[in-house]
């Protein structure tokens, strides 16, 4: 198993570690509902480090890039971010993603741990293909970078006394906005951005400097609460936040059409990998669609792979849960799941088989949880998030 | 972190502790298990009358993370379960030998007891 540049000091610091895309990684360091009641009510720091970063350069990368993903490029000037989707051209999901414009023609794109080694492939395939292949550079460099997430209310309050800034200080950044600070001299990416439906930052360093800033910050937020969080409460915490998580609610067959994520892919900025597969489906109206439920009574957590019922006399298997867990917030069981679309409306009631016995679930609005990052955000709600 | 091993219970090696008393004995899961598992949200427990054989899974509880089964220490017939697990699952964080006991059963044969694992041995198994 591969370990972070902050293996060392989840040891010290008593986490609990399992396997995670390859990589072992804290589930949590005291419980994960302290964790996540720490980035809900104050402020966590998470490891990320395993995730990749793709480097994109040139003249021609925007063009490049724009033709291989799902949002429009063209809406993102330099020092702004967007999640967007890599689609194969059946307009499935070969990986869900966020795109920074870090400089002019220089693009960051942050991806799944699990999906790196696909997504450098296939970009390093589709850019053979490309016309302009030439006025694009393209290089992993996840092997250079740390990151980590600090994820909560409280966190704006003091990041900025951890990092250098000439332009912008990181509590000044707008939802999605990404800076070159300064850490010990060395440059680092700061961006307002994350995956627990909270405000907070995401911070992509040089692997050597990581560890450091991961203490520092740890210092700096502990008057404020600040906790490190593992992967369990980030689990938690997007779950609740109603956000995919490449393995569970996307995968190689599922579309973002069908997975409710339609806001992220731009039907005016000409041809792109997928998009006439994407174009038919829309006109067409998927066959499932990502819902999610919360369970109506006491029961045990919903659990990925539960079948998914209808209710009433004629009961029959509508799905398959993908994400499920006790919710900390709600104090009730929650899901995701892929469900026909006429099961899919809000307060539609279902019933969902935990160890051979139905038990009742309703599917309400996503996310089941909104928190201080509905004022960051312009997008409509329930699609404003980031990865 | 040294889990706490109470000297006058017997144990399991899928971590269950027995608590007898002539022909009843009380069940629960260690301190060691409930530090393992965190955060338990939900317990479900065998009925009141069901007849359950050694090492026959019997219970789960479940924490923020995944389902664990527990498995009958003891035959016997169950003739409690820890009716405030229902609201205060968190009790078998909070106080895995007391509160957070999980069933009691009428024991089929009390002299199956001598084949749990002493506090010592259980001790040297999670050490």
Redesign the interface.
Known sequence: MKHTCLYTAHQQA?A?LIEFGGWEMP??YT???DEHQAVRTAAGLFDISHMGEIRARGADAAGFLNFVLTNDLRKLPPGLGQYTLLCNPRGAVVDDLYVYQTGPAEFLLVVNASRLDADAQWLQQRLAEFPKAGGVELKNESDDFGAVALQGPAAAGFIDGCFQSTTKAPSRLRKNEIVRCHFDGQPVFVSRTGYTGEDGFEIMAPVQITAPIWNKLLEAGHPAGLKPAGL?ARD?LRTEACYPLYGHELNENTTPIEAGLGFFVAWNKGDFIGRAALAAQKAAGPAKKLAAFKMTG????P?PQYSIWSAGPKSERIGEVTSG??S?TLGLGIGLGYVPPKYAAANTPIAIEI?GKPFPAVIIPKPFYRGVEKRFSNAPAGVSFTH | MSAHVPSDLKYAKSHEWARISGDTAVVGISDHAQHELTDVVFVELPAVGRKIRTGESCAVVESVKTASDIYAPLSGEVIEANPQLAQHPELVNTAPYGDGWLFKIKLADPAEAGKMLTPEDYTKQIA
């Open positions: 008593g609990k589930v949590y419980s994960i509902l369990g938690t006491r029961s045990a957590p659990r867990t006790q900390p160890r």
